[in-house]
């Protein structure tokens, strides 16, 4: 009687799978806010980062994209700028034909040279204006926009400053026509400019 010794294979044990990751949803801002009044925006002066005094009303003649913020601010700011930079190059030949203005909300610190070398880390014809600090708000006012200085808790930080993050489209003759939100596309800044520069 003859006895067959059985011989098994052992397939190896496969590892887990990895779970596939599940993508984290680009942030989608709210379309832009069109202004039908055309609302006409007071004068205003402050001082420019050549330390010149600078009127609202020096700017006529372009469409101005305005943003309130500061140079010491950690993301928001920082973000906007290149986004307008961004804008700026998807306008093409016609990004000499705007005015890019950078309002500080922080006159404490952002004096002119401050603002000089912020700039130019963006774009050195960006406009930078700074102020006394209710200057500015009153400025920021007439545009719905505020500021409020804030101590951080954990941080080295002296202060920082919570303000509001919407950029304004003002057409050529100085009145107030587009608000943009947030992170908002470039391109679409880009193209809501182009329209006010084709009227």
Known sequence: MLAFAGV????????PAEPTPIPTPEPVAPPPTVLNDKRQMPDFTLTNQDGKPVKLSDLRGKPIILFFGYTFCPDVCPLTLSEMLKAKKA????????????????????????????????DPTFIGLTGAPDDVRAVASEYGASFVKKKPEGTSAAYLIVHTSNTYLLDAQGRWRVRFSY?????VIAQYTKNLLSE
């Not at 030949?93 to 880390?121: A, H, I, W």
């Not at 992170?183 to 391109?187: A, G, H, L, V």
Request: charge should be negative; hydrophobic fraction near 40%; charged fraction near 25%.
């Open 91 to 122: 306008l093409g030949g016609d990004g000499d034909k705007v005015q890019f203005v950078f309002v500080s909300v922080d006159g404490e610190r952002d004096t002119p040279e401050v603002l000089k070398n912020y700039l130019k880390l963006f």
């Open 8 to 15: 098994y294979f052992l397939a190896p044990t496969a590892a």
């Open 183 to 187: 992170m908002t596309k470039p391109e």
